[in-house]
Structures are given as structure tokens and as C-alpha cells.
């Protein structure tokens, strides 16, 4: 059983860019969380996903940010227009049906550069 | 106020040795759950041991165990004869339902680097 997929696991961007970054969760979960680790710190919630719903994303950026998990199809975490505090670690975890986990299961994360 | 706070940035200890990495967590919730990660400097986050708010006894995982004292809301995590292999940063983190939601996100701490010196 494959674990979470996160790709790409490296990626620079030039400032006002756009950044792409995508998480296949383990399979048979259906339940998606994003977490940035900005240098020096530990993680922090963004955003948890169902399919095709958006069920919090108290701790995304109002701007700029947005995240999406299609039906069919990886989850994706879209950064616009990127700047140079955006570079970071972007993790995803993925999780079964709440309450049946003991834990979540993280992807290798995307290490973005903002140059 | 902080909900993990991990107060040493660092640690050394000799190979071979056990260390205890604290962790103090603030929560008015029942239920919980505690984590420990591993991150070594390739980046990915390991999963050591778990620890749920309702478990009477401290959790074990090979080398690692957890000393969950709940009164004093604390989750050190402990380090049986310490391997060079064990140098990374470690991190605890908290799980919460938020029950607006179904939330079940992790609060991590700012970590503590463990150096093992041979």
C-alpha cells in the first residue's frame, strides 16, 4: 500500500509566480490536511479537505492560497503570485473515515524556494 | 498561550544513553491525542509514538516511550540508548476535535534538536 504522495518534492518559483503542489493521499482515505513548516518552526495547520469539499481553512491565508480536492485526482495547494515568505515546507497527511485513526499518515513533503 | 511548548531548542547526549525530550501541552478538552515526530535533515516527518488522553498506560514504541503525566499535562518522550542514527529535530504535537468542523489537525511544538555524540 502506497503511502501519501507528494509531488514535486522540490520547487522554485521566481516571485510572482505561481506554485502548484500536489498530494495523492494513502489509498482508501478520503480525508486531506496541509500543513506549511516555515524555517526554524514546527508545523501549522492551513486547510483540511474532504472530496470535493472544504471543510476548514481557518489557517490559510486569506490571499493568494487556495486548496481543492477533486473527485477524481490528486489534492492541490495553489499559491499565487508567490513571495519570498511563502517559501517553505508544505506537507500533506491524509487520514480515514475521523475518529477510526490513531494517527495521520504524512506525505515527504514539497520544499518550495521563492527566489 | 502557547498549546505545545517545547523548551529545549537543543540537546546532546552521548550514544548510548537515554534522553528525555520534554513536552508541556495546554488543552481544556477530555479527549486528545499526542504525538512525537522525528525529522532528520532529508526532511520527512516520522512518526515515533502516540499517546491518547483516555490511555491508561504510557505508550512504548521500541526505543521510544512516552512519560504521560496528565495532571501536570505533559508528554516527555524518552529515548532508550541513544543511536547516532537518532540525530534529527523531534517534535510534539497535539490533536484537538474541533467540533464546529470535525477538525482533527495536529498543534505541533517548535522542536527540540537532538545531537548524539559517539
Known amino acids: 500500500n502506497a503511502g501519501v504522495m507528494q509531488n514535486p518534492r522540490h520547487l522554485v518559483r521566481r516571485r510572482g509566480q505561481e506554485a502548484r503542489l500536489r498530494c495523492s493521499p494513502m489509498?482508501?482515505?478520503?480525508?486531506v490536511y496541509w500543513y506549511r513548516q516555515l524555517p526554524e518552526e514546527g508545523l501549522k495547520f492551513m486547510v483540511y479537505l474532504q472530496k470535493e469539499n472544504i471543510i476548514d481553512e481557518s489557517g490559510m491565508p486569506k490571499e493568494r492560497f487556495s486548496a481543492e480536492f477533486p473527485k477524481e485526482g490528486p489534492s492541490i495547494l495553489r499559491i499565487q503570485q508567490v513571495v519570498r515568505g511563502d517559501s517553505a515546507a508544505y506537507f500533506c497527511a491524509s487520514s480515514p473515515s475521523p475518529g477510526t485513526e490513531r494517527r495521520p499518515y504524512f506525505g515527504p513533503g514539497t520544499r518550495l524556494t521563492v527566489t | 498561550a502557547q498549546k505545545i511548548t517545547q523548551t529545549q531548542p537543543g540537546m546532546f547526549v552521548q550514544e548510548k544513553e537515554a534522553v528525555t525530550l520534554d513536552c508541556t501541552y495546554d488543552?481544556?478538552?477530555?479527549?486528545?491525542?499526542l504525538f512525537w515526530y522525528k525529522q532528520p535533515s532529508s526532511g520527512e516527518m516520522i512518526f515515533l509514538i502516540y499517546q491518547g488522553s483516555y490511555d491508561e498506560q504510557n505508550a512504548t514504541e521500541g526505543r521510544y516511550s512516552l512519560n504521560f503525566q496528565k495532571a501536570r499535562k505533559s508528554a516527555n518522550l524518552v529515548i532508550s540508548a541513544s543511536q547516532l542514527g537518532d540525530s534529527a529535530m523531534y517534535f510534539c504535537a497535539m490533536r484537538e476535535v474541533n467540533m464546529d468542523t470535525g477538525r482533527r489537525a495536529l498543534t505541533f511544538g517548535s522542536g527540540t534538536r537532538l545531537q548524539v555524540q559517539p
Open positions: 488543552t481544556s478538552d477530555q479527549s486528545y491525542g
Open positions: 489509498k482508501g482515505h478520503s480525508h
